[in-house]
C-alpha cells in the first residue's frame, strides 16, 4: 500500500513537470469537462430526484407523533440532501461512469501505445492527458451536486404532495426553517475533495495499466473500487473537521 501511496504521489507531481501551454489546457479541459459534466446530468438527475423522493416517504413514515409538526419532513429532507446525499452519493455514482471512464481511456491508450508516442514527441503525457481530466473534474463536480440538491429537494416534494403525505405549504415551510447557508459551502468543499480523489485515483490507475484487455477492465474496476472507498474515508474526515 504505501509502494502504491508513494508512486500515487510521485504521478501527482508529474502533472506539472513540463506542462503543455496554458491555451491547449483550457481548451482540453472544457472538452473534458463536456465528457464527464453533460454525459452525467442524466443519470444525476434521476439519481438525485428518486433519493429526495424515497427519503421524503421514509421521513413521513417514521414521523408517527402528533406532537411533530409535518413541516419537520421537508427540513429533514432538506439537512440530508445538502449535507450528504447529494454530495456522496452523486460522487459515488460518479466514480462508477466517470472513474471508469478515465481509467479505461487511459488503459486503453497505455497497452495500445499511444502513451508513447505522445512521450516520443517530447509531451508530458501525464500533464497533457490527465492534467486536464483533474481540473474538469474539479470544474464540473460542484455544478452537479448543485442540480443534485435541487433536484433531490424538487423530488421530495413531488413524492410528498402526490402521495398526500405533506401539502405544498408545510413542505416549502420546512425547507425554509433554520437554514444554515453554511451548509451550501460545506458540501461544496466535499465535492472539489471528491472530485480530486476520483479523477486522480482513477488516472492513476489508467495510466499505469500494462498488459491487454483484461488488464484495462481490471484496472477499472480497481480504480471505482478505490475511488469509493477514498471518498468513504474522505467524507468522514471532512466532518470531523469542518463540522
Known amino acids: 500500500m504505501l509502494q502504491h ?93 466517470v472513474g471508469s471512464n478515465i481509467a479505461g481511456g487511459l488503459g486503453t491508450m497505455q497497452i495500445t501505445e499511444q502513451v508513447d508516442a505522445l512521450e516520443v514527441m517530447g509531451i508530458n503525457s501525464a500533464s497533457y492527458l490527465v492534467l486536464p481530466k483533474v481540473l474538469a473534474a474539479l470544474l464540473v463536480f460542484p455544478m452537479l451536486v448543485i442540480l443534485s440538491m435541487f433536484l433531490s429537494i424538487a423530488g421530495g416534494y413531488i413524492a410528498g404532495t402526490l402521495s398526500g403525505e405533506i401539502t405544498a405549504q408545510e413542505y416549502i415551510s420546512g425547507i425554509r426553517e433554520d437554514f444554515i447557508p453554511y451548509n451550501i459551502t460545506f458540501a461544496l468543499i466535499k465535492s472539489v475533495v471528491f472530485a480530486y480523489l476520483i479523477s486522480t485515483i482513477s488516472s492513476f490507475r489508467g495510466y499505469y495499466t500494462s498488459g491487454g484487455a483484461l488488464e484495462v477492465g481490471a484496472a477499472s474496476t480497481t480504480a471505482v473500487t478505490n475511488s469509493v472507498i477514498a471518498v468513504l474515508i474522505a467524507d468522514f474526515i471532512c466532518a470531523q473537521l469542518l463540522l
Open 5 to 97: 501511496f508513494g508512486k500515487y504521489i510521485l504521478f501527482m507531481s508529474t502533472l506539472f513537470v513540463r506542462g503543455e501551454s496554458p491555451r491547449i489546457i483550457f481548451n482540453r479541459t472544457i472538452d473534458e469537462a463536456i465528457l464527464i459534466g453533460i454525459n452525467s446530468i442524466f443519470i444525476v438527475a434521476i439519481v438525485s430526484t428518486f433519493i429526495g423522493a424515497v427519503t421524503c416517504v421514509q421521513v413521513s413514515y417514521n414521523l408517527t407523533s402528533a406532537l411533530i409538526p409535518r413541516s419537520t419532513i421537508g427540513f429533514m429532507v432538506r439537512e440530508m440532501t445538502i449535507l450528504e446525499l447529494a454530495p456522496t452519493i452523486t460522487s459515488i455514482v460518479l466514480a462508477g461512469k
